[in-house]
């Protein structure tokens, strides 16, 4: 029997789900959320100064915006390092939730774009000619011959004000699945129940499994990489998110060790891969739909349809700056002002014409592209949050039910079939989070799903 969905949230609005209740795979935290440490307020201590690339940081950083004190210095989290620091200035739900003034206004802006976008036909729905058009029959895929090496990532953050039901269940169902039909044997397990400390979903110790998967990586191998956890957002400090947010992970030790963000997941799982190695990534996470900051997404509610990231961007930042000093006004006054959002020099944008708006955007997407054949198959967009939700009484999280449903009943199937699939399974079990597709070259998207 089905429990009725939960929403994988942390601590902050409302707190986690109880048994089959609601909660979201969210990151916990938010604006006015706990602090990490003392005294809260803005401007307050923080937990550390700037750190290094990765490192941790400094005593003396900024604090948060009044976090409750537990103890210790610190308010919410300090400032995050120079560059792809770590961040502990944690915030989730944006889109979803009554948080703060600046977070409702950048919604209504988002909503707003989101509807031009729609309008103006940049999903495009005729996906076959999309492929051809954009190369994709030039691009070198993975024949998934090689070696297959997996990581499984399942966080239920036991104990914690943030704790999970479904998420260790979720990467022993899928395993299996992984294991059996598509024949993975060499496969690195962390998740928190673990007593080994090298095998617990820590930030440095997922870092390293991401290292082990693409260590070697060779044409024709296949990797797969599955997180089940807490996802969050982060404010975009390189100007790289259409939406100004990175898209996190939270491993085990968030609180003291911060996020993984988009951009670190990126360097370490996808930049180093060779041309023609097969990387299949499943997040079942709240905010995923582009954690991987891949170039092409495909999503189906309905029928399936592509869109540019990197056009998809280039809106939201020209619409920004239209907009950007109105954000207080109300939905019809945004609306107003978009209203040259479509004109003439965002077409040549667009369309790569004119010299600064091509070069800027060639850059953009050159940044994204990437030679190694990467699919991400993500449990929501990035303004959705992904349910924790107890079906045929087991908890579990609803991407990776419905990739295990789908693909248990299928032997031969098409991306675009397992894409629509998966949307059909969900909204069966009434979850309404559209999961995505999104991959580093433009898919043909009837050809048989491998791995």
Known sequence: ????????????????????????????????????????GFGGPGMGGPGG???????????????????G?????????????RRYDISFNTWNNDMSNNNNKTAKLNREVERKIREQHLWKTDVDRFYREKGGD??????????????????????????LKGCINDVKNVSALVCQRFGFRNCLYLTDEQQDPNKKPTYNNIIEGMKWLVSGAKPGDSLFFHYSGHGGTAKDNDSDEADGYDETIL??????????VDDV??????NPLPQGCRLTAIFDSCHSGTVLDLPYTYQCDGQVEVIENDVRKEVFKKALG????????????????????????????????????????????????????????????????????????????????????????????SYSQLLTQIRQVMKQKNFSQIPQLSTSHPMNMNETFIM
């Not at 491993?251 to 993984?260: F, H, K, R, V």
């Not at 997941?265 to 996808?270: G, M, P, Q, R």
């Not at 004109?343 to 997407?365: R, Y």
């Not at 079906?391 to 039910?401: F, L």
């Open 251 to 260: 491993p085990l030790d968030y609180q003291s060790a911060g996020q993984i």
């Open 322 to 413: 239209l907009v950007g000093g109105f954000l207080s006004g109300d939905q019809s006054q945004i609306a107003s002002s978009l209203l040259g959002l479509f004109d003439g020099s965002l077409t040549s944008l667009l369309s790569g014409g004119g010299s600064q708006s091509s070069s800027g955007n060639q850059n953009a997407i050159k940044k994204r592209r990437h030679d190694a054949d990467v699919i991400q198959f993500s449990g929501c967009k990035d303004n959705q949050t992904s349910a924790d939700a107890k079906i045929n009484n087991e908890a579990t999280g609803a991407m990776s039910y419905a990739l295990i449903t789908v693909l248990s009943q299928n032997q031969n199937i």
């Open 1 to 40: 029997m089905y429990g009725g969905p939960g929403m994988r949230v942390g601590p902050g609005m409302g707190g986690p789900g109880g048994f089959g209740g609601p909660g979201m795979r969210g990151g916990p935290g938010g604006y006015g959320g706990p602090g990490m440490g003392g005294p809260g």
């Open 73 to 85: 210095p610190g308010g919410f989290g300090g400032r995050p390092g120079m560059g792809r620091g």
């Open 265 to 270: 997941i990126y360097d370490n799982l996808v």
């Open 53 to 71: 690339y990765g490192g941790r940081p400094g005593m003396g950083g900024p604090g948060g915006f009044g976090g409750r004190p537990m103890g």
């Open 138 to 163: 030039r691009c070198v895929r993975s024949a998934c011959n090689g070696n297959k090496k997996a990581l499984f990532i399942g966080i239920n953050y036991t104990g914690t004000a943030a704790q």
